[in-house]
């Protein structure tokens, strides 16, 4: 048996390892435990950044055939090279998980390779890819396993013909057809991403609309603008069955309020319903972890599940389901258990869709303070009255910003727009400080800028935008 550890993780994905570089930099003796053979988890090696890179990629050959005319540069015939994409995207991947393993040495941590079981608090037990298993001891346990993607009843994934977000990230052809199945955040990036490169795609969602949860008003924009760029929408469906065969994949799809079912076919079917937790052979019911019937690991508010000296974070513990909340999460367990005080905010977690417009959100919705009976006020300012968006040909969307009608407190923010994804940075601060719509208005943004835009809503909340 090794030297005991002040900390043990389990899972290097994006709470894990960034919990293990700072549990390293407050002194603790760090050891992570990772079964995939790659840090970085779901998010840096099959999810958000190889699609980011597989979007950005497929956006610039859009543009190519679609957009560049207008600006000047003419082209000649311009082909998709999926071999040289899918490549790019792998190298990408491939540096960033190779730059944690150097953090990691950087900062004294024990990578250790292998599937790990908890057998009692303070104890993990590895069991390696090739080897015999071995016992470490630790002080404290945190789980950081994240999720898994969510199954589909009646539907076998396959990752050939019927694919999870896995899957759609490693087709080695253009689809002709693919259906979508989900209108949520990895639905919509994924469907963009075949959509641009050449394949008719159809979103098949059960709710009344894609983005469920999402501010109304940016819902319809994007409805509208997605269905404008040639993505079909089928909603208040639901997906009975689904057949292979040689030629693709045929669907059985119900009207969710009843009535006949009719039959789908694409080439491709993915299923992106949602994630849920990854908690396999961890041996939670052996140590007594208690989780909810969902799955979930339930916490208190430092984190501690029932079981002393056992800890979790990120998407195995619920909430948002995103990389950069599991990074707070993993930092402010680290610095909890180094005797600071750590804290998460979770009212300022922004969400981003990165398809093109993006989408961008923050706090509550319009539709959340109503229901809450708080009143507010709105502040709305269009692209299209943006000179820097004007400049560069992509001027749809807008952002919107709500206050509090008595405080000028802003509660939330929602953009889709060109670059959301980033300009909602200036709202996560100033709602982290309690900031006031005023204070973005009174605050000089440079010119000729995107940001002017967010700057222009603030203004607006009191009716007083100056360029619309």
Not at 222 to 229: A, F, G, H, L
């Amino acid at each position: 048996m090794a030297d005991p550890y002040d900390l043990i993780i389990i899972g290097g994905g994006p709470g894990g390892y960034v919990a293990a570089i700072r549990a390293a930099q407050l002194g603790l003796k760090v050891a992570c435990v990772e079964k995939r053979g790659s840090l970085g988890g779901t998010c840096l090696n099959v999810g958000c950044i190889p699609s980011k890179a597989m979007l950005q990629s497929s956006h610039h050959y859009e543009s190519a055939v679609h957009e560049f005319a207008a600006h000047g540069v003419k082209t000649g015939k311009v082909v998709v090279d999926l071999k040289t994409m899918v490549g790019r995207k792998d190298k990408v991947v491939e540096d960033l998980t190779k730059g944690i393993e150097f953090l990691f040495k950087k900062n004294n941590i024990d990578y250790i390779i292998g599937a790990a079981t908890i057998t009692a608090a303070g104890t993990v037990e590895v069991a390696p890819q090739a080897g015999d298993s071995h016992v470490l001891t630790t002080q404290s346990i945190i789980i950081a396993t994240g999720s898994d993607v969510a199954p589909l009843p009646g539907v076998t994934i396959d990752e050939k013909k019927i694919v999870s977000s896995t899957g759609a990230l490693a087709l080695t052809k253009v689809p002709r057809s693919m259906i979508v199945v989900g209108g949520g955040v990895i639905g919509l990036e994924l469907g963009s991403v075949w959509r641009r490169l050449g394949a008719s795609v159809t979103v098949v969602e059960y709710l009344d609309d894609i983005l469920p949860g999402m501010d109304a008003e940016i819902v319809k924009q994007m409805t509208r603008t997605m269905k404008k760029q040639g993505m079909k929408f089928k909603l208040k469906s639901k997906v009975a069955s689904a057949t292979t065969s040689k030629d693709g994949v045929i669907l059985s799809v119900e009207p969710r309020d009843g009535g006949e079912p009719e039959k789908m076919s694409a080439d491709v079917v993915l299923v992106a319903i949602g994630r849920r937790p990854y908690s396999d052979g961890l041996g939670l019911d052996a140590v007594g972890v208690a989780v909810d019937k969902r799955g979930f690991i339930t916490v208190d508010h430092n984190f501690q599940t029932n079981v002393p000296g056992i800890f979790a974070i990120g998407d195995v513990i619920g909430g948002a389901m995103l990389a950069h909340k599991a990074e707070e999460e993993g930092v402010a367990i680290a610095e909890l258990l180094a005797g600071q005080s750590g804290h998460v905010n979770y009212d300022v977690i922004p969400g981003v869709v990165y398809t093109h417009p993006e989408v961008a959100t923050l706090g509550k919705t319009e539709e959340q303070l109503t229901a809450d009976g708080i009143a507010y006020s709105v502040g709305k300012f269009p692209f299209s009255a943006n000179s820097r968006a004007r400049c560069n040909g992509d001027s749809d969307g807008f952002v919107k910003i709500l206050a509090d009608s008595a405080t000028d407190r802003v509660l939330g923010v929602h953009i889709i727009g060109p670059a959301a994804g980033d300009l909602i940075q200036e709202a996560v601060s100033v709602m982290e400080f309690g900031g006031s719509a005023e204070d973005i208005a009174r605050t000089c943004h440079a010119h000729p800028g995107l940001s002017e835009s967010v700057k222009e809503a603030a203004l607006a909340v009191a009716g007083r935008a100056i360029h619309m």
